[in-house]
């Protein structure tokens, strides 16, 4: 995202075995080796993360710029995160890692025991795959990987691996106007929702799209046409509203707002034809920058716009509020725009984070 730039497993097949299901024929060997199968590890899985409650408040976190996200997550008071971003290594792999980062695959060994502790704490992670970087270098799985099977295998294994419940897919930049990258993305999805339903094991996924004030411009909305041509079923569709670059100076707080009642209109036209209006404000996410966007002063989300922001999402039936980045959430670089690592404004540390805590739902 620029629109920037408990317990250890034993492998697919063991945290398959956990939850009841069967592993797949590649799981077991069946079919010969699977690129996918985590390290084996002695220790064993006890439980399975439960179900996201109904409204959540989940910001990401640059799994690079910081040291340990339960840590971070219990700091902040943040119990559900976003975890910024799975990617291939390179264009035309089939293997996500951590970052692209090849000694970060998935396996239980790569954050699963920190995972295990926010669970411990009530709250959970949803792993996020694409983000700008991968979008604007064909390491987005599904630009990078051309079988929609083996995208598939891998999303699967990150519901096993991990035992989580969604993941998020950000699609934007030159992603989001790859037609062939959509299609396959969308048709992966649905075959793992088939896989999830054949194995008893809730799985769900979200969308990240960029957003005018108005609304998804044509490529988003062409994304949520491929999932509906593919039978793929989007739980949330989460929409950044921010780093416009129209060169306006933004109301971020009502230009949100704007957005997320667009987005209602085109979900109903879209993968939602049939859904009340309830079910329409429970499809919909919001991500803020917070601070000074990547744009610059113009676009600013700031502190005194975070409270209202969340309190107007639970009075509409929001499902998920948002920002970038958690690691940004601190007073440490007062006047800079689209730093990392701090929001440009004078603030307490922690401050969007504690307002966008009243969001969380314990259902």
């Not at 062939?180 to 088939?194: F, K, L, M, S, W």
């Not at 990240?208 to 041509?229: E, I």
């Amino acid at each position: 995202m620029k629109r920037l730039p408990v317990l250890a497993g034993a492998g697919l097949a063991a945290a398959l075995a956990v939850f009841g299901a069967a592993a797949p024929a590649s799981a077991t060997g069946s079919q010969g080796p699977d690129p996918w199968l985590p390290t084996p590890h002695s220790q064993t899985i006890v439980y399975p993360g439960l179900p996201l409650p109904s409204r959540i408040a989940a910001p990401y976190i640059d799994v690079t710029a910081v040291g340990d996200l339960a840590d971070l997550s219990q700091a902040s008071g943040s119990r559900f995160l976003s975890l910024a971003f799975l990617q291939t290594e390179a264009p035309g792999s089939c293997t996500p890692y951590w970052a692209g980062d090849t000694s970060k695959p998935v396996t239980p060994d790569v954050y699963g025991a920190q995972f295990d502790r926010i669970r411990n704490h009530g709250g959970d992670v949803i792993p996020s795959f694409g983000g700008y970087t991968a979008d604007t270098t064909s390491t987005d799985i599904a630009d990078s990987c051309t079988d929609v099977h083996n995208i598939a295998l891998a999303y699967e294994n990150v519901f096993a691996v991990y035992k989580v419940h969604r993941i998020d897919l950000d699609v934007e930049s030159d992603s989001i106007t790859n037609q062939a990258g959509v299609d396959r993305r969308n048709q992966a999805i649905a075959e793992v929702e088939q896989w999830g339903r054949a194995h008893h094991w809730p799985v769900s996924f979200s969308y990240t799209l960029p957003t005018f004030p108005t609304g998804l411009a044509p490529s988003g909305v062409a994304v949520l046409q491929s999932a509906a041509k593919y039978g793929a079923k989007i739980a949330d569709v989460n929409v950044m509203t921010f780093d416009y670059w129209d060169g306006a100076t933004h109301d971020m707080l009502a230009d949100a707002e704007q957005a997320a009642t667009a987005l209602t209109g085109q979900l109903k036209q879209t993968i939602l034809p049939h859904a009340s209006a309830w079910q329409l404000w429970h499809t919909v996410g919001i991500i803020q920058m917070i601070g000074i966007d990547d744009y610059g002063p113009q676009e600013t989300f700031t502190l005194d716009e975070a409270a209202p922001l969340v309190a107007w999402a639970k009075s509409h039936g929001v499902q998920t509020m948002s920002f970038w980045a958690l690691q940004r959430d601190d007073g440490g670089c007062p006047g800079v725009k689209g730093a990392n690592s701090c929001d440009g404004l004078v603030q307490p540390t922690w401050a969007f984070s504690n307002a966008y805590a009243a969001f969380n739902s314990w259902f």
